[in-house]
């Protein structure tokens, strides 16, 4: 995660042994004068079962330094709390237009 040098080249899965261990099921990136926030959603393997734990958010902060990218920050949420935010957030800005966007990366 240090010195990327766009923020959309991060993925949020990890392997360890050559085996998938965090698996990222989606994510959505901003970009605003130096500064950078990703969202993600993503599953890790329970070693003992190995099956899916049920599915989480992580919301990293992302800071250019010297011309690469660098995680600042990292928040990862819960099932119930990720889907609590929503809904949250809607009821802070009912006026708000997903369409006037203008900083995502894709």
Do not use: C, S
Not at 19 to 38: I, K, M, N, S
């Amino acid at each position: 995660m240090n010195g990327l040098d766009d923020p959309a080249d991060f993925t949020f899965e990890l392997e360890a042994d050559g085996r998938l261990v965090r698996r990222q099921l989606a994510r959505r990136l901003w970009e605003h004068r130096g500064w950078a926030t990703g969202l993600y959603h993503y599953q890790e393997l329970d070693p003992a079962t190995e099956a899916w734990r049920p599915a989480r958010a992580a919301l990293i902060r992302f800071r250019k330094v010297g011309g690469g990218w660098r995680k600042h920050a990292a928040i990862n949420l819960p099932a119930a709390v990720a889907a609590a935010v929503g809904p949250t957030l809607t009821g802070w800005f009912p006026d708000a237009d997903p369409a006037d966007d203008d900083h995502p990366l894709d």
